[in-house]
């Protein structure tokens, strides 16, 4: 939706659909990024919004973290 540059550093706004409880839901945040002086990312961080939609992420991450652990 929008980027804000600045030097080693990084805004990325976003918008999406989640899916909650079989429902679409509304969602949208930003990441974070800063780079080192090589250009490799040494930071990078996700802001979301409602809670709804960290919610489900969380829950959809945490799934395929055990599915990755007992693989």
Known sequence: VKEILRGRHAMLEFETEIVVDGEPKYANGV?????????????????????????????????????????
Not at 45 to 56: D, Y
């Open 31 to 71: 990441d974070i990024i800063t780079c080192d002086d090589g250009g490799l990312i040494v930071e990078f961080k996700v802001m979301m919004r409602p809670l709804q939609a960290i919610n489900a992420v969380h829950a959809q991450m945490r799934a395929m973290l055990e599915h990755l652990a007992d693989g």
